[in-house]
């Protein structure tokens, strides 16, 4: 039973590059977050997609982010250009329905981007 | 400002004792909480939660406690084992359609033999 798949597990680039991290959600599951955790605060939403369509976006720290889903077993979020302070733990995370408490999320085990 | 907070960065118990990890929250209009639970290298994985209507959840050796007027709610871990270390982080959604969670910033449980 495959769980959220996150790809690359670690990414090692330099400023002003653009970074891509790709999720894989659980089959049948139809809504897909996009979580950045860092040390100063913690897990913090950047977006959401419901059935692959973005519901909530409010998380974005800036135009430098963005995140697509062209369907519903793939989703990219793309940094572009990058910055040192983007350097953090990317999570994705997805769950049957439309995301409430009585739905608890499942993650993947992360992207561990560093940005020199 | 923080609507979720965990105030213990970390926790040390011993194996066979209770492990009481504590969570307070701002927002009134939460309706559930959750608990998850992180290793490592890992992912957060889902533990337990508890809808804002009950006081209490149990699951084995996994129980929540929520006081809705003191804004706090607690998780149990009894007996603690050292599989038990990691860092857990304490979750709230509110009640509109598609809202995702908000996450305390964790404490680690350390649990030593």
């Known amino acids: 039973d495959a769980g959220v798949i996150q790809s690359p597990r670690h990414e090692v680039t330099e400023m002003g590059q653009e970074v891509t991290l790709r999720c894989k959600p659980i089959?049948?599951?139809?809504?897909l977050f996009w979580y950045r955790q860092t040390m100063m605060r913690g897990l913090e939403l950047l977006i959401y997609?419901?059935?692959?369509?973005?519901?909530?976006d409010s998380g974005m720290p800036e135009d430098r982010f963005s995140a697509k889903m062209p369907n519903a077993s793939f989703s990219t979020l793309k940094i572009q250009p990058s910055e040192p302070r983007d350097s953090a733990v990317y999570f994705c995370?997805?769950?049957?329905?439309?995301?409430?408490?009585?739905?608890?999320?499942?993650f993947g085990d992360g992207t561990r981007l560093s940005i020199l | 400002d923080q609507q979720v907070k965990q105030n213990s960065p970390s926790l040390s118990v011993q194996e066979g004792r209770i492990s009481i990890l504590n969570c307070d929250y701002t927002n009134s209009m939460f309706d559930y909480f959750l608990w998850y639970k992180k290793y490592p290298a890992e992912g957060p994985t889902f533990l337990i939660s508890?809808?804002?209507?009950?006081d209490k959840n149990e699951d084995g050796r996994f129980t929540v406690f929520l006081n809705k007027s003191a804004k706090h709610l607690s998780l149990h871990i009894v007996p603690s084992q050292p599989g038990d270390s990691a860092v857990y982080f304490c979750a709230a959604s509110a009640p509109q359609a598609g809202t995702a969670l908000i996450f305390g910033k964790g404490t680690t449980l350390s649990v030593s033999s």
């Open positions: 997609f419901n059935n692959n369509v973005p519901i909530d």
């Open positions: 089959s049948g599951h139809n809504s």
């Open positions: 508890i809808s804002s209507i009950k």
């Open positions: 995370a997805s769950t049957a329905g439309t995301g409430g408490g009585n739905q608890p999320q499942h």
